[in-house]
């Protein structure tokens, strides 16, 4: 079975500073990919990156990137510099590979951002 | 290359209607997943299906539930004898083709079923 956990409910960031979500995740197979969306308040999902779990480097998409520490199943999400725009909720997720491709997501709770000014 | 289309993106049914939800999927993408968020929950799989396939229903209601995604036209998630606990929003997500290990699911911007 597969487990995302993000212990992290609420996390508050000052504008133009970095912050850390936190996610750990529990599976047992080998190969599988990792995902971050988010979800703003009008609900849409937005893909942010994606970590492969044989990627030997950290996974960056602009002011994003995956700290990906594959012994101790996490896979936390750097936002740095945070915007205003920021403030959303945001899921990590993961997927194991089956056979040529990724199959269903399995998402954590959600960690909702506050960006003040 | 327009995204993952999905309609109605909010439907209002009574207890006991049938609720009909839409997904098409973005241009090239044959892989169609239908996801269920509850209110302060994260998504949670449904079902998985390729044009004309079921792959993965282990996560769709036995009861009431059923989805098809057909050789013309759009995925359809069908609930019968809707039930208030059926409230919800929907999600569909699509990707392409199995192109190796990267392959991102693109999320549409969901149906908001309320049931009343």
């Known amino acids: 079975a597969q487990k995302i956990t993000q212990t992290q409910p609420g996390m508050f960031v000052q504008e133009k500073e970095a912050v850390t979500l936190d996610c750990t995740y529990d599976?047992?197979?080998?190969?599988?990919?990792l995902f971050w969306y988010k979800q703003p308040s009008s609900g849409e999902m937005i893909f942010l990156i994606y970590q492969g779990s044989y990627d030997e480097q950290n996974a960056t998409e602009g002011r994003y990137s995956l700290n990906f520490q594959k012994a101790r199943k996490s896979a936390n999400l750097v936002i740095s510099a945070s915007q205003l725009g920021d403030s959303a909720m945001y899921f990590c997720a993961m997927s194991p590979w089956r056979g040529s491709t990724l199959g269903r997501l399995y998402f954590g709770r959600g960690t909702q951002l506050t960006v003040w000014p | 290359n327009a995204g993952v289309m999905q309609n109605p993106r909010h439907l209002v049914r009574r207890r006991g209607q049938e609720a009909r939800l839409r997904c098409s999927p973005m241009?090239?993408?044959?892989?169609v997943y239908w996801y269920r968020q509850l209110p302060e929950e994260g998504l949670k799989f449904m079902v998985y299906l390729q044009k004309e396939n079921i792959i993965d229903e282990s996560g769709m209601p036995k009861e009431r539930f059923s989805a098809e995604f057909p050789k013309e036209g759009p995925s359809i998630l069908r609930i019968q004898q809707v039930v208030r606990g059926d409230s919800a929003a929907y999600f569909c997500a699509s990707s392409p083709p199995g192109t190796g290990f990267r392959d991102t699911q693109y999320f549409g911007p969901g149906t908001r079923l309320t049931v009343l």
């Open positions: 241009k090239g993408h044959s892989h």
């Open positions: 599976t047992s197979d080998q190969s599988y990919g």
